[in-house]
């Protein structure tokens, strides 16, 4: 995340900040928009995205302006969870930021997110998660689609080692949003997923597992979150996580507010709840999103509602 210019600043991207020109992308292969999202054909992203490639990837900023939170976001409704799938750890808590060592689930349901945008190469961070169609990531909404346009070229890589892929490189067939932020980017509402092609016959959750997921599960929780940070003091090449109990944005949005360091890259990474530090399983509830240049050190996500189930359950049997 970087923090700079307004009052706040959205974790879009992911890779290291480099001095001077951006890493310019080769000609990207357009997407074809569709109700509620972008559609791919994934051969087209085949050989795109060498280890060069990705560890060049450029962060883009989104900054929003106070007054800019959205309309309010409904907080009631009845709580419901999709169970997780089974594929030494820390146990320092509260956690303000520092490498998984733990091993378990999340090493390989978490991962960086690659794309194209305008005419850089970006990325951000993402989970596998528990769908009907065990093909589904879940992201930040801004690592979909920003100022119109959905982005390019789309993959997740679970497991991101250093431009290694060791669970291969997963390419979107189709991305979507909530429809607050495809429609008007309610930071409320920045979620994003996206349906991943199979590989060699299996699907991602066959291969990597997936983590649950829950939604209207309330605030003030004892909260894990990952990414994949780049902006110093990190380097995108490894998972981090922080840990702490998560409170409540009282300014802008009505997001989840957690004690975190992380820095740009870290968009679209999983927070949980109920987390097994064990076996690195747990339920999501939110996404890192932004940080208040004001606040340093505190992270803010989004709050899985209605709105959020409802672009869940389309992406989840897509």
């Avoid at 944005?249 to 927070?271: A, E, V, Y």
């Amino acid at each position: 995340m970087n923090r700079h210019r307004t009052a706040a600043s959205v974790l879009l991207a992911a890779g290291a900040l480099v001095a001077g020109v951006l890493t310019a992308a080769a000609p990207s292969v357009a997407a074809t928009a569709s109700e509620g999202g972008a559609s791919f054909r994934p051969s087209q992203t085949q050989g795109f995205w060498t280890p060069e490639r990705m560890r060049a990837a450029t962060p883009l900023d989104l900054t929003a302006a106070p007054g800019a939170g959205g309309r309010a976001v409904a907080t009631t409704g009845t709580p419901t969870t999709v169970a997780p799938t089974a594929a030494a750890s820390p146990t320092a808590f509260p956690q303000a930021g520092g490498a998984w060592t733990g091993g378990g689930a999340v090493v390989r349901t978490s991962g960086r997110v690659f794309f194209t945008f305008g005419d850089r190469t970006a990325s951000c961070s993402g989970d596998s998660i528990s769908s009907a169609n065990g093909s589904t990531v879940i992201t930040a909404g801004h690592c979909v689609k920003y100022q119109g346009s959905w982005h390019t070229n789309w993959i997740f890589v679970p497991a991101y080692d250093n431009g290694n892929a060791p669970y291969g490189q997963w390419s979107a067939t189709k991305t979507s949003a909530t429809d607050q932020w495809a429609a008007g980017e309610d930071m409320n509402f920045d979620v994003g997923f996206a349906v991943v092609a199979p590989q060699n016959g299996k699907k991602l959750s066959e291969v990597v597992g997936a983590q649950g997921i829950t939604f209207n599960g309330g605030y003030n929780k004892r909260m894990y979150a990952f990414g994949f940070p780049a902006a110093a003091p990190y380097d995108g090449t490894k998972l981090v996580y922080c840990s702490g109990n998560s409170g409540k944005d009282f300014l802008l949005t009505k997001d989840h507010s957690l004690g975190c360091n992380m820095t740009g890259g870290s968009s679209g990474g999983p927070w949980f709840q109920d987390f097994n530090e064990s076996t690195g399983l747990g339920n999501q509830v939110s996404v890192n999103s932004f940080g208040y240049t004001f606040l340093p050190n505190r992270m803010y996500g989004p709050y899985f509602g209605n709105e959020v189930k409802a672009t869940y359950d389309k992406a989840a049997t897509s």
